[in-house]
Nanobody
């Protein structure tokens, strides 16, 4: 199982980024894909999860209305669309597989991608 998050970078407050999670080694449509982030000095936290059906679970209220998820079964890739970014969104972002109903993470993590929001 491999997952690779990419697409991070430095943006100003109010900006947008799209992160990608490229996956391989498992049946993409059998699992949910979760996104976590770890801010400097803080624990890694779950933020959103998307089921194979496209249903989304939000774990952090502060991203509602700003972050969205999508997934592309043809390319085994999931996306995190981030809009109206705030300095507090600065973190390393990771994707992982979760059980189909957005349950426990599988334990497979790829390298994260750093998002820095600063003026």
């Amino acid at each position: 199982v491999q997952l690779q998050a990419s697409g991070g970078g430095s943006v100003q407050p109010g900006g947008s980024l799209r992160l990608s999670c490229a996956t391989s080694g498992f049946t993409f449509d059998h699992y949910a894909i979760g996104w976590f982030r770890q801010a400097p000095g803080k624990k890694r936290e779950p933020i959103l999860c998307i089921r194979a059906s496209g249903d989304i679970t939000y774990y952090v209220d502060s991203v509602r209305g700003r972050f969205a998820l999508s997934r592309d079964s043809a390319n085994n890739t999931a996306y995190l669309h981030m809009n109206s970014l705030k300095p507090e969104d600065t973190a390393v972002y990771y994707c992982t597989t979760q059980s189909p109903a957005c349950g426990a993470p599988s334990g497979y993590w790829g390298q994260g991608t750093l998002v820095t929001v600063s003026s």
